[in-house]
């Protein structure tokens, strides 16, 4: 009987050994800031981004000149105020209309804060939609690699803590069998636009409420 157990014992350790041998978790690496540089969608998006941005750029200019010009007028219209050549009641005139166009200049560098304002959130939230857009279609990339090649875990070998310090210290994985970063991105990139093609932007879905 106790020649039996120990047997057993023992078929149950090798059994078990070889279950976590087998069991082992298989890990892959992939350089997510290569896959996503490289990706055709990002270059895309960084173009439409410069392109909104120029335009932005553009309408702020329009706004500098009228605001220029209408500075020149109200300085033009303080020495006509403080004409002692001219009689009281224009003088008085004059000044009501000085005061008017300083009103107005007011106005104006509110609207350019404003402009400001709104176009450094539209950028932002622009950029922040299509980061979110391109990462997801990196990630579902990723996950059938990952998949496909039995991969229980995958690390990104250029992600950095918030010391800016490598999370990943050190792995012999990278450009070995194991890293996906190439294969990911040549997935992803297999039905890119021809070269010099006319960006088109990805319509935003719409968020259920």
Do not use: C
């Not at 996906?180 to 070269?195: G, I, R, T, W």
């Amino acid at each position: 009987m106790k020649k039996t157990l120990i047997k057993f014992l023992a078929l149950a350790g090798a059994a078990l050994m070889a279950t976590s041998a087998h069991a082992q978790t298989k890990v892959g690496v992939v350089d997510l800031k290569k896959v996503f540089d490289g990706y055709w969608r990002t270059k895309q998006a960084d173009t439409q981004l410069k392109e909104r941005a120029a335009d932005f750029d553009k309408a702020r200019n329009g706004l500098i000149e009228d605001y220029k010009k209408a500075n020149e007028d109200f300085r033009k219209l303080i020495e006509a105020a403080n004409d002692q050549a001219v009689a009281a009641d224009e003088r008085d005139k004059r000044k009501k209309d000085l005061e008017k166009k300083q009103a107005d200049l007011k106005e104006q560098e509110n609207s350019i804060r404003t402009f400001d304002q709104n176009s450094r959130q539209s950028l932002g939230e622009q950029q922040g939609r299509m980061r979110e857009s391109v990462l997801r279609d990196i990630k579902g990339a990723l996950e059938e690699k990952a998949r496909g090649g039995g991969y229980q875990m995958v690390l990104d070998i250029a992600a950095v803590s918030a010391n800016q310090t490598p999370v990943v210290m050190f792995t012999t994985l990278t450009g070995s069998e194991n890293d996906l970063s190439d294969a990911v991105l040549k997935q992803l990139n297999a039905n890119a636009p021809p070269e010099g093609a006319k960006p088109e932007e990805k319509k935003e879905e719409k968020k259920d409420k």
